[in-house]
T-cell receptor, first 112, second 116 residues
Framework: DVKVTQSSRYLVKRTGEKVFLECVQD?????MFWYRQDPGLGLRLIYF???????EKGDIPEGYSVSREKKERFSLILESASTNQTSMYLC???????????FGQGTRLTVV | AQTVTQSQPEMSVQEAETVTLSCTYD???????LFWYKQPPSRQMILVIR??????QNATENRFSVNFQKAAKSFSLKISDSQLGDTAMYFC?????????????FGQGTRLTINP
């Protein structure tokens, strides 16, 4: 079975802190994605990566950056956390030749 | 840009009933994919069913089937003989056909509750 693992299920951070959300997949997928999930808004794409060291902005990249130094790992970075970044964050991965995306369990981040 | 709309924020039915979740989308693309994803209370999102736009036949997966109306840009999900384990958030999603990384565009979600 494909496994996408997010390092934390719950995080509480203070405003202004630098926050790292980690995601690891074990199926050698080329593509990895970070989504943000908010009630009434569904999932919105923050950033994605189609290869090591390659990244592209999604629909809501402001306030975020990403890092993909190894194929299996995709990190989301909040440079200076703000309260409006309190949300559920979902990581996903997929093969380019297959349309199915596999998701992690999510990280619920609270910024206080 | 593509948009996906789910107009039913919440639905509730009795166990064993049939329920239909609605989804409409807007795109100028001709080749694309449509999906229904399920997110149970444990939060891991999983794929329920997938439809390729060039296929006229509606996709089915056991108790799950879709009604794909390409001209109307409508993609509803029917769950037959609903079970308690079907309780979840359901997201409709769109993906443009491309050779690069496939990005999903999601609707707002429908919270479905199956009552005993």
């Amino acid at each position: 079975d494909v496994k996408v693992t997010q390092s934390s299920r719950y995080l509480v951070k203070r405003t202004g802190e630098k926050v790292f959300l980690e995601c690891v997949q074990d199926m050698d997928h080329e593509n990895m994605f970070w989504y943000r999930q908010d009630p009434g808004l569904g999932l919105r794409l923050i950033y994605f990566s189609y290869d090591v060291k390659m990244k592209e902005k999604g629909d809501i990249p402001e306030g975020y950056s990403v890092s993909r130094e190894k194929k299996e790992r995709f990190s989301l970075i909040l440079e200076s956390a703000s309260t409006n970044q309190t949300s559920m964050y979902l990581c996903a991965s997929s093969f380019t030749r297959n349309t199915e995306a596999f998701f992690g369990q999510g990280t619920r981040l609270t910024v206080v | 840009a593509q948009t996906v709309t789910q107009s039913q924020p919440e639905m509730s039915v009795q166990e064993a009933e049939t329920v239909t979740l609605s989804c409409t989308y807007d795109t100028s693309e001709n080749n694309y994919y449509l999906f229904w994803y399920k997110q149970p209370p444990s939060r891991q999102m999983i794929l329920v069913i997938r439809q390729e736009a060039y296929k006229q036949q509606n996709a089915t997966e056991n108790r799950f089937s879709v009604n794909f109306q390409k001209a109307a840009k409508s993609f509803s999900l029917k769950i037959s003989d609903s079970q308690l384990g079907d309780t979840a958030m359901y997201f409709c999603a769109f993906m443009k056909h491309s050779r690069g990384a496939q990005k999903l565009v999601f609707g707002q979600g429908t919270r479905l509750t199956i009552n005993p």
